[in-house]
């Protein structure tokens, strides 16, 4: 559908259509605001090589002084320094990935915005608000495409082809449109956005995430000329992690007529999407030199050699200009595993799995020695993340260390008559952030051998029952500051609201993971929560 739009707005050239294109003077020929008038003034680019390129993004001459307008290529000493607001942010940032680049959320979160601005201030009924929405994107990204190639016409392409459609931007594994621009309809942000996450993958069915989603846009373009506007369609991509995102669906992205011609290579890409969604996060994944997922084992290695010592494998705390060269290194790295065939690649995809393997050990080993015990839940495995060392490890390899933890218990003797699969759970605490009222605590539970969802489901009900419980309390007590009982009573408005709650609930591939972040709940009260709601439940399973 947004294809299809972008078409009937963008191609044809009829009278009406010229009429709305941008003059020089910043009118349309009929007299409305030039389309796509509030885009920045300076383009940050990464190129391929690494290297910064500034470049203006302000309207183009035209006439002789077009001519002797010189190309702006050589670096700034410094960035411009970046504004917040849809009319105050001075420069944009993008990484050069070939035929498709990379663009920081904050920035592609604000081109939708000042699209939906602009088409919102034409007003007209809703097809109208649409196409105008969509007109005003595709023109602000053209003038993207064209300054990142230094100012060249239209991509080259084959004689006797249809007309491309004009580029546009594609949001992949994140809902950050539905979170950041609460004015934009939901059908619009569904038309930007490649996830499986909320309502992007009620309809999916289970094992379904980003890449899988990719990857049958790619088989439904049967042909050279499909895959061409697809690819059109994809030019500019932009996410908020890295683990099916700026790792291998971004890589789907930028290498689909490859992916397109090879079976053997889309068949490599589905395996690997199951495993780093889903499989990751239980008992099943092998690691072994040799095995399966080999491959996964490099790329996992590349993701943590890429955020060594951050919490999680989220970038958009980072600053725009560092996720950009994050996605420059991490789609050369990605590359290496994947494609390249020489004998340095072999090399780095061995040390990559290596040494990841050699983390989730000792990982594993830290998992081991800070379980809880004694809290009425033998068969469950329960741990202090704190203890988890960040500086030297990167998130996979903390993420993956229950999973092998939980994989040697299911394979120990007597494991059956002690702890049955159905009844083996992870639960990990760990501290999320804290502040003058004490740290703020949270748990992932992980679903490894099908417990039944409505067990999980009491516990998520339990959990906010006791966090409600203790707001209350926390607020009433006389000790407690004015200011902050303000911030609590926030806190307690916003628990139980699906979109700003803190109690997150079912994760992915048939209910596998649970989150919970609590406000004031502490591990210990975790635990006891926990504890007596999967007890009842199992009580109540006849277990």
Same mark, same amino acid.
């Given at each position: 559908m947004l294809g299809l739009t972008v078409l009937v707005a963008w191609t044809g050239r009829a009278p009406e259509a010229r009429a709305a294109e941008p003059t020089a003077t910043g009118r349309t020929a009929s007299g409305r605001p030039r389309l796509g008038a509030q885009l920045p003034s300076t383009l940050t680019i990464v190129t391929r090589r690494g290297g910064l390129v500034f470049r203006p993004l302000a309207a183009k001459p035209t006439g002789r002084k077009a001519a002797r307008t010189p190309r702006h290529r050589r670096p700034s000493p410094a960035l411009p320094r970046a504004r917040t607001g849809v009319r105050g942010r001075s420069d944009l940032v993008l990484t050069d990935l070939g035929e498709h680049y990379f663009i920081p959320l904050s920035d592609a979160v604000d081109l939708v915005r000042r699209a939906w601005h602009e088409a919102a201030r034409q007003g007209g009924d809703e097809a109208t608000r649409d196409a105008a929405f969509h007109a005003h994107l595709s023109l602000l990204l053209q003038r993207l495409a064209r300054a990142a190639r230094g100012g060249a016409g239209r991509l080259r392409q084959a004689r006797r082809q249809p007309p491309l459609p004009p580029p546009s931007l594609v949001f992949l594994d994140t809902p950050a449109l539905l979170k950041a621009l609460p004015e934009l309809p939901e059908r619009l942000a569904r038309a930007l956005t490649i996830d499986h996450h909320g309502v992007f993958g009620a309809s999916q069915p289970p094992g379904t995430n980003t890449l899988t989603q990719v990857l049958e846009r790619i088989e439904g373009a049967p042909d050279a000329a499909a895959r061409a506007r697809l690819s059109a369609q994809l030019r500019f991509v932009s996410t908020d992690n890295v683990a099916d995102a700026l790792g291998t669906a971004l890589f789907a992205v930028s290498h689909l007529r490859r992916i397109g011609r090879d079976a053997r290579l889309r068949e490599l890409l589905r395996g690997l999407a199951f495993a780093e969604d889903f499989l990751a996060f239980g008992p099943d994944l092998e690691l072994r030199p040799g095995g399966a997922h080999e491959r996964m084992a490099s790329l996992f290695g590349a993701y943590d050699r890429a955020l060594r010592g951050a919490p999680n494998d989220r970038i958009d705390g980072?600053?725009?200009?560092?996720? #950009? $060269?994050? @996605?420059?290194?991490?789609?050369?790295?990605?590359? &290496?595993?994947?494609? %390249?065939?020489?004998?340095?690649?072999?090399?780095?995809?061995?040390?990559?799995?290596?040494?990841?393997?050699?983390?989730?050990?000792?990982?594993?080993?830290?998992?081991?020695? #800070? $379980?809880? @015990?004694?809290?009425?839940?033998?068969?469950?495995? &329960?741990?202090?993340? %704190?203890?988890l060392p960040t500086d030297s490890t990167g998130p996979f390899a903390r993420w993956l260390a229950p999973s092998a933890v939980a994989r040697r218990a299911r394979s120990a003797p007597g494991l059956e008559s002690t702890a049955p699969p159905p009844y083996t759970r992870e639960l990990g605490i760990f501290t999320a952030q804290g502040d003058a009222l004490g740290p703020r605590h949270g748990y992932i539970l992980s679903n490894f051998f099908g417990v039944p969802a409505p067990a999980l489901d009491g516990v998520l009900q339990a959990l906010t029952v006791a966090e409600r419980e203790k707001l209350a309390r926390i607020i009433a007590d006389p000790d407690t500051p004015p200011p902050h009982a303000t911030i609590l009573r926030g806190d307690l408005e916003r628990l139980g609201d699906p979109a700003t709650s803190f109690i997150f609930g079912r994760g992915s591939a048939g209910d596998k993971v649970y989150n919970f972040v609590g406000g004031r709940l502490t591990p210990a009260e975790i635990l006891q929560v926990v504890g007596a709601t999967l007890g009842v439940s199992r009580a109540a399973e006849g277990g």
């Open positions: 980072r600053s725009r200009l560092g996720q #950009a $060269r994050l @996605a420059l290194l991490l789609q050369k790295q990605v590359q &290496a595993v994947l494609l %390249d065939q020489g004998s340095g690649a072999s090399a780095l995809r061995d040390a990559l799995a290596e040494e990841f393997r050699a983390a989730v050990a000792a990982a594993a080993k830290v998992v081991e020695e #800070a $379980r809880y @015990a004694g809290f009425g839940l033998d068969d469950t495995l &329960a741990f202090d993340a %704190d203890r």
